[in-house]
């Protein structure tokens, strides 16, 4: 069963909107979770870390949360642009032995003009 | 800007055939990180590697695949023999291992493999 889940359905949004992306995990406690982007033909480009201890974080247009009670992170595109599209990766250390990340198997966002 | 260099990027060969997957990190790094990508499987985890030294290969099919950092600014995915359910796009990334709280991986563009 896969250990971390994200949507593998396409999200659809319209341009200037909010895109809304979820990650879920189980059965872990890690120290931190990171997110990143893919886009066609190219490897994963980072976004975002977010620790235990920090429920939220922003950059720019982008914010993520973090509820480990929920064990579930959510990751925010504000005014969202064509250009946002691509695929969105959450990946967290699930052993906490230092840097080794478990990725989930993404969502793609297509956010149309 | 520092990137992480692949090569080659696209490999089509035989079945049975050696594959040799080499990766330049950037500079200063000291982790290096080998993955596999399929529509199936996403993005897996098959060799770590911290001060040139491998510390978790658990993820590589240790029969036909082998993983080396000859030096610091080199390292390579090796297929022997290769076999169809091989072909994949294999990336390699590199960081700053400083720790629980590692900074980010950096991604090269990853070598598309097909084997016939």
């Known amino acids: 069963s896969q250990k971390i889940e994200q949507n593998s359905e396409a999200l659809n949004i319209q341009e200037g909107k909010t895109a809304t992306l979820t990650c879920n995990y189980t059965n872990y406690s890690p120290a931190y979770l990171q997110w990143y982007r893919q886009d066609p033909g190219r490897g994963p480009v980072f976004l975002l870390l977010?620790?235990?201890?920090?429920k939220e974080k922003r950059k720019e247009r982008l914010k993520v949360t973090f509820d480990t009670t929920l064990k579930q992170s959510l990751f925010h595109i504000t005014a969202s642009q064509p250009a946002d599209s691509a695929t969105y990766l959450c990946?967290?250390?699930?052993?906490?032995?230092?840097?080794?990340?478990?990725f989930g198997g993404g969502t793609r966002l297509m956010v149309k003009p | 800007d520092a990137r992480v260099t692949q090569t080659p990027r696209h490999k089509v060969t035989e079945m049975g055939q050696e594959v040799t997957m080499r990766c330049q990190p950037i500079l200063g790094h000291n982790t290096v990180f080998w993955y596999r990508q399929t529509m199936m499987q996403g993005l897996e985890l098959l060799a770590y590697?911290?001060?040139?030294?491998?510390?978790?290969d658990s993820g590589m099919p240790k029969d036909r695949f082998s993983a080396e950092m000859p030096d610091a600014t080199l390292a390579t995915l090796k297929i022997q023999p290769s076999e169809p359910r091989d072909s994949a796009v294999y990336f390699c990334?590199?960081?700053?291992?400083?720790?629980?709280?590692?900074?980010?991986?950096?991604f090269g563009d990853g070598t598309r493999l097909s084997i016939l």
């Open positions: 990334a590199s960081g700053l291992g400083l720790g629980v709280y590692n900074q980010p991986q950096h």
């Open positions: 590697f911290r001060n040139r030294a491998p510390l978790d």
């Open positions: 990946a967290l250390d699930i052993n906490n032995a230092g840097n080794m990340l478990t």
């Open positions: 977010i620790r235990e201890n920090e």
